[in-house]
């Protein structure tokens, strides 16, 4: 079984700052991917960024990273030059890459809050 | 762009009544899923489907039925719904296994 566990129910970062928002999963497939969704208060799940287990880089699209740690099974999102826009919940998830796991489990949440 | 449509945003039914939620993605994909969202336990998956009259039941099935007649349409059914059905529903599509999945705006579901 997948599991997903986000272990910051709240955070609050001051602009301009970088903001990490810490992912740990747990799985026993060989093969697998790892995603980050932001979720604004206006409830669309929003995709930001992928890592695939075999990925030999970090992903990063625009201001955002994944800090991925395969030994450690963690898969941190790092939001650099943080702005008012990025407030929002923010949801890891993970789909194994086998027929038949593909759906996405994902952890908690993490809500951010950008403070001016 | 990817756009995946679900019919209501906010919905108020009664305890007892069957409840239709329709979900309608305009990119030809093969993957569906429907998803309830609550306070502290993030998204949990209901029904996927990978095929047109093809489903599979996720983690919390229990009350829910869903239909897949045409490839754009994954509809879920709650059959007599009760008040822990109470939730906000997200819908998603994906091309493939290793494509993200692409939400809908959800539906905020009341059951009275």
């Known amino acids: 079984a997948q599991k997903i566990t986000q272990t910051q129910p709240g955070m609050f970062v001051q602009e301009k700052e970088a903001v990490t928002l810490d992912c740990t999963y747990d799985t026993s497939d060989p093969s697998y991917g790892l995603f980050w969704y932001k979720q604004p208060s206006s409830g669309e799940m929003i995709f930001l960024i992928y890592q695939g287990s075999y990925d030999q880089q970090n992903a990063t699209e625009g201001r955002y990273s994944l800090n991925f740690q395969k030994a450690r099974k963690s898969a941190n999102l790092v939001i650099s030059a943080s702005q008012l826009g990025d407030s929002a919940m923010y949801f890891c998830a993970m789909r194994g890459a086998n027929f038949g796991n593909e759906k996405l489990t994902f952890g908690t949440g993490t809500r951010l809050t950008i403070i001016p | 762009d990817v756009k995946v449509t679900q019919s209501s945003r906010y919905l108020v039914k009664r305890t007892g009544e069957k409840v239709f939620l329709e979900c309608v993605q305009d990119?030809?994909?093969?993957?569906m899923f429907w998803y309830r969202q609550d306070p502290g336990l993030g998204l949990r998956l209901i029904y996927f489907?990978?095929?047109?009259?093809?489903?599979e039941k996720g983690d919390i099935p229990e009350g829910y039925s869903v239909s897949r007649e045409k490839k754009e349409r994954f509809s879920l059914i709650l059959e007599s719904a009760s008040t822990n059905q109470t939730s906000m529903y997200l819908c998603a599509s994906s091309p493939d296994s290793h494509q993200p999945q692409h939400f809908g705006d959800g539906t905020r579901l009341s059951i009275l």
């Open positions: 489907s990978y095929d047109v009259k093809m489903k």
């Open positions: 990119m030809d994909h093969e993957n």
